[in-house]
């Protein structure tokens, strides 16, 4: 059964991710720190969140730190784009859409390399909140899906009021 219900976790973080990437795939440097409105959120916030929040919930979460989580982000980054913080859209003021997007796909990559290794007594250790459906690791797994398909649709909105197509 363990492996069935890691297999069903990691299913939807890459399922979630590759959606994630195929909003990004068009957009130009120029479009990532782009506010629509005044205060509203952009796309790198959006993209340095989900990369945060992922080390969290499926890296740290799972195993605490590690000494490759230095190379993965700065702690830096990490207060930059947590909850709760304000998206400046300064380009200078951040770290560039290159560097995001390196953040955003070693997290994915250490996660992908990592969650295969963990047993199904690890997935029944229990956690606080955020997760979806089970107090456990394993339902904090599923919560990172969730929570990059939410930040997905954000990402898709700024996109359709930046004149960007529709993904399907």
Known sequence: MSSSRLELAIGQIRFAREYTQ???ADLE???W???PTEGVSHVA???????MAQYGLCLFRMRGRADVDLELMSSAFRKKFSKG???????????SPEDICGVFNRVYEQVMLELPEF?????????DLPY???ATKFGGLLFCSHHEMLHAGQIGLLRRLLGKATIR
């Open 85 to 95: 913080t304000t998206p400046d859209p300064d380009p200078t003021k951040n770290p």
């Open 33 to 35: 720190f782009a506010q």
């Open 119 to 127: 047993s199904d007594t690890v997935l029944n250790e229990p956690v």
């Open 29 to 31: 440097p120029s479009d």
């Open 132 to 134: 979806a459906a089970f």
């Open 22 to 24: 195929s909003l990004l």
């Open 45 to 51: 916030w959006q993209v340095g969140h989900l990369a």
